[in-house]
């Protein structure tokens, strides 16, 4: 991928990243409800275990990397697509990148938004934490709670500014709004049916 030049504008590009993560999220939670991804109910770890304990636990499974990097790629790619009809303000959050580059920097988005769950879940099997479980210490409960809304986040931070230029006043915003509409999509899979909790 051909790097742009310049960062873009720091608020609407965390609008921008917020907006095509959660666009990428709306078939992702659809797909978990189908029963064709029962089928890859298959957990990440293929239930090897590390001193005695799941690696990362059921509950991570090749659902969710089945269709969330190509989700993302085609959120991007879209936004890419009628950025000439979007607001000007959002576009100067945008890169100058043609839509290919956008759906390329979604799929790596897609898979960092995943993989970056994975050490948060290893982390609570170490700890003796059920999948899908909050802990009972409520200190533990509460740092887990936040490490769950900001994890993906991060990961998606961390794959944009290795890839495209972002400004910290871009992570500081994504930070901001990032972990609340994740917290959205939680509740919503849990309505659903897809997640044992809410939050």
């Given at each position: 991928?051909?790097?742009?030049?310049?960062?873009?504008?720091?608020?609407?590009?965390?609008?921008?990243?917020?907006?095509?993560?959660?666009?990428?999220?709306?078939?992702?939670?659809?797909?978990?409800?189908?029963?064709?991804?029962?089928?890859?109910?298959?957990?990440?770890?293929?239930?090897?275990?590390?001193?005695?304990?799941?690696?990362?636990?059921?509950?991570?499974?090749?659902?969710?990397?089945?269709?969330?990097?190509l989700s993302a790629a085609a959120s991007f790619w879209a936004l890419a697509e009628v950025?000439?009809?979007?607001?000007?303000?959002?576009?100067?959050?945008?890169?100058?990148?043609?839509?290919?580059?956008?759906?390329?920097?979604?799929?790596?988005?897609?898979?960092?938004?995943?993989?970056?769950?994975?050490?948060?879940?290893?982390?609570?099997r170490r700890l003796g934490i059920a999948p899908g479980m909050a802990p009972r210490?409520?200190?533990?409960?509460?740092?887990?709670?936040?490490?769950?809304?900001?994890?993906?986040?991060?990961?998606?931070?961390?794959?944009?500014?290795?890839?495209?230029?972002?400004?910290?006043?871009?992570?500081?915003?994504?930070?901001?709004?990032?972990?609340?509409?994740?917290?959205?999509?939680?509740?919503?899979?849990?309505?659903?049916?897809?997640?044992?909790?809410?939050?």
């Amino acid at each position: 991928m051909s790097l742009a030049a310049t960062a873009p504008y720091s608020l609407p590009c965390a609008i921008f990243l917020v907006a095509a993560m959660s666009l990428a999220g709306i078939p992702h939670a659809l797909w978990l409800r189908t029963s064709l991804s029962e089928r890859l109910r298959v957990p990440v770890d293929f239930g090897l275990r590390f001193r005695g304990r799941p690696v990362f636990g059921a509950n991570k499974t090749w659902r969710g990397f089945a269709v969330m990097p190509l989700s993302a790629a085609a959120s991007f790619w879209a936004l890419a697509e009628v950025r000439d009809a979007l607001p000007a303000w959002l576009v100067a959050g945008m890169w100058d990148l043609p839509p290919v580059q956008y759906a390329l920097l979604g799929l790596a988005c897609g898979f960092a938004f995943m993989l970056a769950e994975l050490p948060n879940s290893f982390l609570k099997r170490r700890l003796g934490i059920a999948p899908g479980m909050a802990p009972r210490r409520p200190g533990l409960a509460a740092a887990c709670l936040i490490i769950d809304r900001i994890d993906s986040v991060l990961g998606v931070l961390l794959t944009v500014t290795l890839l495209v230029p972002v400004t910290l006043s871009t992570w500081a915003w994504v930070l901001l709004l990032g972990p609340g509409i994740h917290a959205l999509f939680s509740i919503w899979l849990h309505r659903m049916g897809v997640k044992e909790r809410a939050l």
